[in-house]
C-alpha cells in the first residue's frame, strides 16, 4: 500500500493526520450502523433453510471490509507520525 511522503511540497502531517483520523472515526460510525443490520432468521426463513447463514456471510463480509479499510488508514496514519516522529499529533 502506498502511504504519504511528508515533505515541504505536500499536505502537512498535521492536514493529513487530521483528514484521516476523519475517515477512520466515521468508519467507526458505519460499522456500528452496519452491525446493527445484523440479519435476523424470521427474516430469511420462507427463502430457504440456508438463507440466514448465507446472509450472516454476506453481512460479516461487509462488516470486514469496512474493518479492512479502517485498518489500512490507521496504517497511513502511523506510517505519517513515523515520519514526523510525533510531531503531528
Known amino acids: 500500500m502506498l502511504k ?16 484521516y483520523k476523519k475517515a477512520f472515526h466515521s468508519l467507526s460510525a458505519a460499522i456500528a450502523a452496519l452491525r446493527e443490520c445484523t440479519p435476523n432468521g424470521r427474516d430469511y426463513y420462507p427463502q430457504s433453510a440456508h438463507a440466514i447463514n448465507d446472509a450472516c456471510a454476506e453481512h460479516l ?6 474493518e479492512n479499510v479502517q485498518n489500512e488508514l490507521m496504517d497511513i496514519m502511523l506510517s505519517i507520525r513515523k515520519q514526523t516522529k510525533g510531531d503531528a499529533k
Open 4 to 19: 504519504p511522503t511528508i515533505h515541504t511540497n505536500g499536505t502537512s502531517a498535521k492536514q493529513l493526520i487530521a483528514r
Open 61 to 66: 463480509n461487509r462488516v470486514v471490509a469496512l
